[in-house]
């Protein structure tokens, strides 16, 4: 007898439903209660609510993938998180420095003085929630069931695709800005997943790059102002700078995270993690066709 979650459409509906719905409310959630927080308790509230919704969306995308998918979510494995956490937060940072560093030579970005006082609560609590939020739905649920569907190259393009779009509703957001995002983040942290198989190394450095491009250089992330430690303005053509979007829009970050992207790719073809293009809607259809 066939379970009605025995359909991977059906699967990704229903999860890609749940996590959005959770992480909206995540997001949402601490902008409309915070104005009514006494100010000298608005740090402790802010902190609070990011740890228990980082937890909450873990466990609603761990729940669930045991429910519909009776078995225990891998790629969430406890073990594995410390070393691919740091990783991916080392290699994001690394990446936006990257960026900042190019943009600098060309003179186009213009890094001001340190400052060692600013509060980095607002761009530490950004950073946790969209890495873990945006990851367990574009690679955790888009990516990985595409992919069981209908192999990784349909499932790249479609969550990078899909990711790209997703921002087109930000400040300063453009059809070129959405481009930038899928190619440069979206690929990237797809074959992030696809080498390691586990959704920490993605949700590292989705967090590395938006807490570097946020708390570190003050740049504009997606559309949206922050304060660092260091305050970066761009001037020159919108190609290199990004325009009202910030950096990520930037050719450049395009370059550089597409270098990153076919490296890690290259580890994972190393792997065998590559899967060949199939049609695979049920969990008991026949075995995929080779590509």
């Not at 560093?101 to 761009?123: I, P």
């Not at 955790?140 to 192999?151: L, N, P, Q, S, T």
């Amino acid at each position: 007898m066939h379970n009605f979650f025995d359909n991977r459409v059906v699967r990704f509906l229903v999860l890609f439903v749940l996590t959005l719905v959770a992480y909206a409310g995540a997001e949402i959630y601490p902008a409309l209660v915070l104005p009514r927080i006494a100010v000298e308790q608005r740090e402790a509230f802010a902190i609070g609510t990011t740890v228990v919704s980082a937890a909450a969306l873990l466990l609603i995308y761990g729940l669930f993938v045991r429910v519909m998918e009776h078995r225990r979510p891998g790629e969430l494995k406890a073990s594995r998180a410390p070393a691919n956490l740091i990783a991916g937060a080392a290699i994001g940072i690394g990446l936006f420095s990257s960026v900042i560093a190019a943009l600098s030579l060309m003179g186009v970005a213009h890094v001001g003085a340190f400052n060692a006082h600013q509060n980095l609560l607002y761009a530490a609590n950004m950073a946790v929630l969209s890495g873990i939020g945006e990851e367990l739905i574009f690679r955790g649920v888009v990516y990985r069931i595409f992919e069981e569907m209908f192999g990784s190259l349909t499932a790249l393009f479609v969550s990078a695709a899909f990711f790209g779009l997703t921002h087109l509703d930000n400040h300063g957001a453009t059809l070129t800005s959405a481009a930038a995002i899928a190619l440069e983040a979206g690929v990237l942290l797809g074959v992030c997943y696809m080498a390691v198989r586990n959704l920490w190394l993605p949700i590292g450095l989705h967090f590395g790059w938006n807490f570097a491009e946020s708390g570190i250089f003050g740049s504009i992330v997606s559309g949206n102002a922050f304060k660092g430690m260091f305050a970066t303005t761009m001037t020159g053509p919108e190609l290199l700078t990004g325009g009202a979007f910030g950096p990520e829009a930037s050719v450049v970050a395009v370059a550089i995270c597409g270098t990153a992207a076919l490296v890690i790719l290259s580890v994972a073809l190393r792997r065998g993690e590559w899967k060949a293009l199939r049609l695979t809607i049920n969990d008991r259809a026949s075995a995929p066709a080779a590509a």
